[in-house]
């Protein structure tokens, strides 16, 4: 079973991709999105979103990370494809999923699921430009308002020399409403010859078989969960319980070790917040800390509190 780390605008930049893969088994990681428009963007956008382009495309546990583009000019995506595989990234993703307003309004991810010749376009002009062994690969939604094209979209990708498609089970209008629709992924697996993952509401062991079941498909891609449950991948693999609360606490105290070699360090407070915000669903305990620094802004008192934490926990033997 190969397991990837879903690509997270916003959450999962390289140091949170440090941190998970560092405790996990992850075959893979996805970056968050790059938006092209009509122009080649300058390297920085690049090295903003994919730090590890400068460590051969790897984090720092040497998991593979493929940089994902965002975009609907078939042109200027292959360009900007070409320009950061050339700085880097072992093979491009491009974002067919994206539900946010603004994105879509400027033809962009989920949108494009109404326009299968447009899918088609696009990936046959990024495969195109790319040596033949860096592969392209494609994350779509089931559609946008509705389903009846889902099947089209992933035939056009993979006609389009995709090397593999990750489905997220839902429509955009679905947005991210329980349940992804597994069976869904099951068809297109049928219909393809490429490897297809699946992806939305696997949160642990069980869902992972039922998803593999249901869908046939035995790459799995997972997003919130490993927010949420940050040994996810152990739970997934071998069946064992969420990590313990004080090891979370660990981890949330490397994110900001992390964050403080970086210029993330202010927005260390928000960040934190945002993570317990996901890690209450499994952790009383996430939503007692989140409550004690709700009102903090400033980074200082928020990691003393988080000292705090720390120092009051007797690890366990
Ligand atoms: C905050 C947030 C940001 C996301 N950003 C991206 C993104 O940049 N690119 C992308 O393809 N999917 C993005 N997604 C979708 C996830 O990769 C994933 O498909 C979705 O969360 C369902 O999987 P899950 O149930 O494992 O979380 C995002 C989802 C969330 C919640």
């Known amino acids: 079973m190969r397991l990837i780390l879903a690509p997270m605008e916003g959450v999962m930049d390289h140091n949170m991709r440090d941190l998970l893969t560092g405790i996990n088994s992850f075959d893979l990681c996805i970056t968050e999105f790059v938006r092209v428009t009509d122009t080649l963007l300058p390297n920085r956008v690049f090295y903003r979103a994919c730090p590890e382009l400068l460590q051969g495309g790897k984090t720092a546990n040497g998991t593979l990370v493929r940089l994902q583009l965002l975009g609907s000019h078939p042109e200027f995506m292959a360009r900007n494809a070409l320009r950061a595989v050339q700085l880097g990234s072992p093979g491009i993703d491009i974002n067919f999923g994206c539900p946010s307003k603004t994105v879509n309004k400027n033809r962009g991810g989920a949108i494009l699921l109404r326009e299968p010749d447009l899918l088609y376009a696009i990936v046959r002009a990024v495969r195109a430009v790319l040596p033949p062994d860096v592969p392209v690969t494609a994350k779509i939604r089931l559609g946008y308002e509705d389903k009846s094209l889902f099947l089209e979209n992933a035939r056009a990708i993979e006609q389009a020399g995709a090397a593999e498609l990750a489905v997220h089970a839902r429509t955009k209008a679905e947005g991210y409403r329980p349940p992804a629709h597994w069976e869904y992924i099951g068809k297109i697996r049928e ?13 642990n062991h069980r869902d992972a078989r039922r998803c593999c079941e249901i869908s046939g498909c035995s790459d799995l891609m997972i997003g919130r969960p490993s927010l949420v449950t940050p040994n996810i991948t152990t739970m997934i693999r071998y069946a064992v319980n969420p990590m313990q609360w004080h090891n979370v606490l660990q981890l949330i105290h490397q994110l900001s070790d992390l964050d403080r070699i970086t210029d993330k360090w ?45 120092a009051a926990i007797t690890i366990p033997r």
Request: hydrophobic share 45%.
């Open 191 to 203: 219909n393809l010859r490429i490897p297809v993952i699946a992806n939305g509401e696997i949160w």
């Open 266 to 310: 202010q927005y260390l407070p928000a960040r934190i917040k945002q993570w317990l915000n996901y890690l209450r669903r499994a952790y009383p305990q996430a939503q007692n800390l989140f409550e004690r620094i709700r009102i903090l802004r400033q980074t200082e008192p928020v990691l003393a509190i988080l000292e705090s934490d720390l």
